[in-house]
């Protein structure tokens, strides 16, 4: 798909991934459509865009609100027009023993990650298929594809976006609106600090920066492709789980026994 001209909106925008991947498309041409939570950061980011030229309005929202997608996408649709492509970026983390995760940050995280990006799909997929034009692009994990301990809730809500957007992709084929599934690995980015960082560096966990996620994101819709992972050997270690999965159990043994001590909360 080319880039120049499209409307795009992006979730979790001025986050890591989020703020360097408006840059990126911008520097293509796009029209950004900016949503995040943090007004102060989505504002800065906005000046940052304009000042290179770009065409952009802010949508400040909590995605993890009741009816926020729906209401969000109605803004959007009255502010903008239709949206070309949505990236679906928005996401949190979660580190730590599973029995120690609160069952109000599991519902929050669940909401943010999966609800949301699928509710925002649903409320903005129709004028796509009208237009016969559009691709919705989600950004997942590796994490979505093998089950990493202590990453429990995290992985699963990957798992569910990684499921979404394959049935989604079947659902819509031929009708002119495409699915793209994005899988970065361990990105450097305020969603990792702390101890995850110091966990990921005791572990020897290999890491990207978030400006090369969002240059293989721009390069996953450009190819209009299907699944795209990023990282290797993590991409091999998709396949092997996918066929093996109890060898990656042995391969991950010595990696969780080093975790362990940074997942449990004093």
């Not at 703020?19 to 000046?47: C, P």
Request: glycine share 8%.
């Amino acid at each position: 798909m080319n880039i120049e001209g499209q409307r795009i909106l992006i979730t979790g925008a001025a986050g890591g991934i989020g703020s360097e991947l408006s840059m990126a498309l911008a520097n293509k041409g796009a029209e950004l459509l900016l949503v995040d939570i943090d007004v102060d950061k989505l504002s800065k980011l906005k000046l940052a865009l304009q000042e290179h030229g770009a065409r952009t309005q802010i949508f400040p929202c909590d995605l993890g609100a009741l009816d926020a997608p729906q209401k969000l996408a109605a803004r959007v649709s009255d502010a903008a027009g239709g949206v070309d492509i949505l990236i679906n970026c928005a996401g949190i983390a979660c580190f730590g023993l599973f029995e120690q995760l609160s069952p109000e940050h599991m519902e929050l995280l669940w909401r943010i990650n999966v609800l949301a990006p699928m509710q925002l799909t649903h409320a903005l997929l129709p004028q796509m298929r009208t237009r016969r034009h559009g691709r919705i692009v989600n950004v997942g994990s590796i994490f979505g594809s093998i089950g990493f301990a202590y990453f429990t809730s995290y992985s699963a809500s990957k798992f569910a976006m990684r499921g979404f957007s394959e049935a989604l992709r079947r659902e819509l084929e031929g009708s002119g609106v495409g699915v793209s599934y994005v899988a970065p690995r361990y990105t450097k980015t305020a969603l990792n600090d702390g101890m995850v960082s110091r966990m990921a560096e005791a572990v020897g966990m290999n890491s990207d920066q978030p400006a090369l996620v969002a240059r293989h994101v721009v390069r996953a819709i450009e190819r209009d492709c299907k699944d795209y992972y990023i990282g290797w050997p993590e991409c091999l270690f998709v396949r092997i789980n996918a066929l093996l999965p109890r060898l990656v159990d042995i391969a991950l043994r010595q990696q969780n026994a080093l975790a362990r001590p940074f997942a449990i909360q004093k």
